[in-house]
């Protein structure tokens, strides 16, 4: 006889085990052979080393289809665990565009020509800018990249970080401790990261600190190695700034800053330190500067006429301040 420990990495004991352990029931009937005992997030297996290894292999794939998916049910169950059959292969490959399984089963990939350079990009440099428009995916794109690499093992945690800059506000006047005045400036890393993580695992990763989400200002005097790091809105970061966020990375670490140079919200005599760096760092081997413009435009409609609008009439009043 022997034993074996297995721990849950993904979802909560509810989601795997579920409802009144209906699910655990129904695993524990279709290997009679093994002593199955259920402890929170760890699984004691007691059985035959072919036994044990057979259920180690399917509850894989139950585990990836639910990372994959959101859910389980019975038939999944019945479906992996006993029989074997598609729904094991579906949920054992991953087309090479997907770049994640987001919640409730959501396909999550790049969309568009630059987004697709964008993710290719980042598998082969390990500081990438995105600079483009709003609506173009940069920051969505970003995250999926950053949730595929924690989920691949290949980093150990994600920092997300955005500059603190107020857009015509005051955050002085806005009621709350610190948290509760920027957590507004950081709610599109939020939306991003619900929409590809089921909850509980979301708020474990949050808790735990495997997922950062901070300002700019806080990035100080840290060294980020293992981690893919994603500093969003970049245009609004001072020179002195973004200097400080790239030199923090460390060892296997990914690195990508993403801005739109036609929203800066700096003081008027102050440089953005995303347009310099453009002129500074370009052709460095390991970085890499993509453009996404009015064509990655994945919102509305109408969103990309109103670009494309907005640059014309920039354009011109260029030409005519000559």
Known sequence: MSESILQLDIGSPLDIYGPGDKYLNQIKEIFPKLKIIARGEFIKLIG??????NFEKRFDLLLIHFDRFGKITEDVVRQIML????ITKSAGEQGEDILVYGRHGKLIKALTVNQKKMVESSVKNDLVFAIG????????TAVALAIRALKNKQVKKIILTRPAIEAGESLGFLPGDMKEKL????????????DMLPTQKFLSYLEDETIEIAPLAYMRGRTLGNAFAILDEAQNASVSQLKMFLTRMGKSSKFIVTGDVTQIDLPRKKLSGLLQAQ???NGIKGVDFIQLDGRDVVRHKLVTSIIDAYNIYEEKNTKNNE
């Open 48 to 53: 035959e080393d072919k036994e044990i290894r």
């Open 83 to 86: 029989e074997n059959n598609g």
């Open 133 to 140: 428009p709003a609506g173009t995916g940069k920051t969505y």
């Open 183 to 194: 957590d507004p400036y950081l709610q599109p890393l939020y939306d991003a990261l619900r």
């Open 279 to 281: 002129s500074i760092l």
